[in-house]
């Protein structure tokens, strides 16, 4: 069975700083790869997502996910973090074929101190 | 653009009590999938439809049942509540099956 680990429940940066948050995932093929943001009481909003090409992938609001197949890894990264940033995120992955039902990790919560 | 519709937004409802979930998806989308996010939870998959018919079938109770309709809009029905089934319900719709899911802003569900 697939699953999704996010060792890092919860992250502290300051506002500024470079942020990586880590998923590593376990599957039989190389899964699809997801990263989503939700804020408090919110709904789930897509940052970025890997389905297969260039392993380093673009997203929006200024942040960007490795795939890493020899380390089963999608870390997700921002250079520079604004205190908008604070929110948990979620690493998610999907089955290569038939419905795309997601499989969360339990998520990382990140607080930007001023 | 048009967003993934939810309603509605809250609910309260008492124990062994019934409620019902609606989920409108983004037009034209064919998928709908539904995800339960119980309090500290990542959330989990329940069920899945596409072109109304069910596609999968995740951790969901036998008290609960859902459909999607003509229009590709979805309901749940959740029977016989119990406090445990406390949580935010998002619905999820995609263009068909293979594409990225857009989720609606959850419905939460308190049950007493």
């Known amino acids: 069975a697939q699953s999704v680990t996010q060792p890092d429940i919860h992250i502290t940066v300051s506002e500024g700083a470079s942020l990586e948050l880590r998923c590593n995932y376990s599957?039989?093929?190389?899964?699809?790869l997801f990263w989503y943001v939700q804020s408090p009481g919110q709904g789930l909003q897509l940052l970025l997502k890997y389905f297969s090409g260039d392993t380093l992938v673009q997203g929006i609001k200024g942040f960007e996910a490795e795939f890493k197949r020899s380390q089963s890894s999608f870390n997700l990264r921002k250079p520079s973090v604004h205190w908008s940033d604070a929110a948990e995120y979620f690493c998610a992955v999907a089955p290569p074929e038939g419905d795309y039902k997601l499989s969360f990790g339990a998520g990382t919560t990140v607080t930007v101190r001023a | 653009a048009a967003g993934v519709i939810q309603s509605p937004r809250h609910l309260i409802k008492e124990k062994r009590e019934t409620a019902t979930l609606k989920c409108y998806p983004i037009p034209r989308h064919d998928t709908v999938y539904w995800y339960q996010q119980g309090p500290g939870q990542d959330p989990q998959f329940l069920i899945s439809f596409y072109e109304k018919m069910q596609s999968d079938k995740g951790s969901i109770p036998d008290r609960f049942s859902a459909q999607q309709f003509s229009d590709y809009h979805s309901e749940l029905n959740m029977s016989s509540l119990e406090l445990g089934d406390s949580a935010l319900y998002f619905c999820?719709?995609?263009?068909?099956?293979?594409?990225?899911?857009?989720f609606g802003p959850g419905t939460r569900l308190t049950v007493t």
């Open positions: 599957y039989g093929a190389t899964p699809y």
């Open positions: 999820a719709s995609s263009l068909r099956r293979v594409d990225e899911q857009y």
